[in-house]
């Protein structure tokens, strides 16, 4: 990937430019938690954006993706929006660090990844971090602090991808840090690292390559139950509940309701509790949790699926330490905390099995905890 996009780069604009990359990432707990104020726990991966950059002197960007084999140009004012979906990420990091006072000039660059697209592992996130922190350091002497360098790709998705979504992926990918998870409290914006060094375990995703439509948003259904039980108990997320609380109001709320509150306020008890165990190098706990956490998004949240479910059983099965649902639920990937001996069997087992009942095997990626946005060399 490095050489191809040197190559491409002396190719087409005659010069060498500076290298960046940032990264995809994964939750290893703390699903469903972000819009009730409480943690999530990403970390950043071995699969990466990465481009080649260089200011060109005009007032236009110019700009190739190797990968999707397409040339884009163009201008920095609002009206230039490009139409090609990818490059829309590149300009709105540009627009939103203009917004916010910020420098930006033309450039060329050329990029490339290897996170699969969709997959769940925000390729996207990683797209904007990359020229997010490039443009920082190339025009801006790195003024711009990184929590905003996170907030410039969170506006982007909303404001040029119509994607509405939370910090984590963003942050996840500026912040990562090579052998460390990071907890992120989404109600106030803290975050600190915690050890994630599983010696004699990988870390494997299995990506079910499904995806439920669904007809009456039931993520918008799940908000409004966490919305009601907090109204009922007066407070203003389910952050600030616990299960003796909910369970005060038990005969007052609907069984529904109390099942997605019970979910939420246990996976907050949950993140704590691996950070606990990874302060102690304890990964049969943190596997313990995961597994807890499958659970309660399959049985209490209802946001599983019959494939997720089936990868989860063949992971229990198979010994595997910890799995669980990735995500937002209803298809995608489940992560794996696998022993290492265990490994080989687990895989193989699950591309049988799974293709013998879906028709297709599961993707397999294989991820290692790693450093986030950066420049190379
Ligand atoms: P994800 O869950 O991976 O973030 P999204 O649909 O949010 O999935 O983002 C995928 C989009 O990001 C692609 O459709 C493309 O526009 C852009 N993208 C990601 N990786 C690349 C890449 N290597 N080359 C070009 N565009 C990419
Ligand atoms: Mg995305």
Not at 65 to 76: K, P
Not at 297 to 313: H, I, M, P
């Amino acid at each position: 990937m490095d050489s191809k996009i040197r190559a491409e780069f002396k190719n087409r604009f005659g010069a060498e430019g500076v290298r960046y990359a940032s990264s995809g990432r994964i939750n290893l707990i703390g699903e469903h938690t972000d819009y009730n104020g409480g943690f999530v726990f990403p970390g950043a991966i071995d699969k990466v954006i990465e481009a080649e950059i260089k200011p060109n002197g005009l007032d236009k960007v110019r700009v190739y993706s190797v990968d999707i084999d397409e040339y884009v140009e163009f201008g920095l004012n609002e009206e230039d929006a490009p139409a090609q979906q990818w490059a829309r990420y590149i300009f709105g990091v540009c627009r939103e660090i203009i917004k916010r006072g910020g420098k930006v000039e033309g450039f060329d660059a050329v990029f490339a990844g290897n996170i699969p697209l969709g997959a769940g592992l925000s390729s996207s996130a990683a797209l904007e971090s990359c020229f997010a922190f490039a443009l920082n350091d190339m025009f801006n002497d790195n003024k711009i602090d990184k929590f905003e360098l996170a907030r410039i790709g969170q506006s982007t998705e909303h404001n040029y991808c119509g994607v509405n979504c939370g910090i984590m992926d963003q942050f996840a990918s500026i912040f990562g840090k090579k052998g460390n998870l990071m907890r992120l409290d989404c109600r106030s914006s803290e975050f600190e690292y915690f050890p994630f060094d599983p010696v004699g375990y990988k870390l494997v995703l299995l990506d079910s390559v499904v995806k439920h439509e669904l007809v009456d948003s039931p993520y918008n259904k799940r908000r409004e139950s966490c919305e009601r039980v907090a109204a009922k108990l007066g407070i203003e997320t389910l952050r600030d509940a616990n299960m003796e609380m909910l369970d005060s109001i038990k005969d007052e709320i609907s069984a529904e309701d109390y099942s997605r509150a019970k979910f939420v306020i246990g996976e907050k008890e949950r993140v704590l509790d691996v950070c606990d165990a990874l302060m102690r190098g304890d990964y049969e706990t943190v596997g313990k949790r995961m597994y807890e956490t499958h659970h309660g998004l399959s049985a209490d949240y209802e946001v599983s699926c019959e494939e997720l479910d089936f990868l989860n059983d063949i992971a229990k099965e198979c010994g595997v330490t910890g799995s669980r649902i990735m995500g937002g639920g209803f298809g995608g990937c489940t992560i794996n905390l696998v022993k290492d001996e265990l490994y080989d069997k687990f895989i193989a087992t699950a591309r049988e099995k799974f293709a013998a009942k879906y028709g297709h095997e599961p993707r397999v990626y294989d991820v290692v905890i790693s450093d986030g946005a950066h420049r190379i060399g």
